[in-house]
């Protein structure tokens, strides 16, 4: 597990832990501690990076656009 952080579109910063990631459905839902949990929608977020996440056996462990990633596999910005 990486720390993600989503950085809302009114400044608000939330770190945690992905804990479901929902494409589809727009949101993820965080752990962000102490078995809180926080569901961040998409639409409401200026940037969600998961820092040093390993995305491919055979690139190193780079930071992840987790919103470039949701439009990839399938959400359609709403």
């Given at each position: ?25 727009g ?14 929608m ?10 040093d ?16 990633r949701?439009?990839e ?6």
């Amino acid at each position: 597990m990486h720390l993600t952080t989503a950085v809302m579109n009114d400044g608000k910063k939330i770190s945690g832990f992905i804990k479901r990631f929902r494409p589809k459905d727009g949101h993820l839902i965080m752990e962000t501690g102490m078995g809180d949990e926080q569901k961040v929608m998409f639409r409401d977020a200026k940037s969600i990076i998961t820092e040093d996440e390993r995305v491919s056996v055979k690139r190193p462990c780079m930071d992840e656009d987790e919103l470039k990633r949701a439009r990839e596999l399938g959400w359609n910005g709403d």
